[in-house]
């Protein structure tokens, strides 16, 4: 799903404006969806997400853990 998202840009507005979509269309499971919604660094590494893809989401949903981290302007620009 977040490979799809770093190929079609115009579907990453759907984590924040209906991100069932998203997951119906791959398929996540229901356990896993409350974590990708709201939670944590943490909490998505535990459901084996990459640390680069954990930071991509987290950034495109709103929720970066990192203060400041200019990377949002890149993907905003892509």
């Not at 943490?42 to 203060?67: E, F, Y």
Request: no cysteine; charged share 20%; hydrophobic share 45%.
């Amino acid at each position: 799903m977040i490979h799809h998202l770093i190929a079609t840009p115009a579907d990453r507005a759907l984590i924040k404006s209906d991100p069932e979509v998203l997951f119906d269309r791959f398929g996540v499971p229901q356990a896993a969806r409350p974590v990708l919604r709201a939670g944590g660094r943490d909490d998505l590494h535990a459901l084996g997400l990459h640390p680069n893809l954990l930071m991509k989401w987290l950034i495109w949903s709103g929720r970066s853990t990192i203060a400041g981290f200019p990377i949002s302007h890149y993907f905003d620009r892509r």
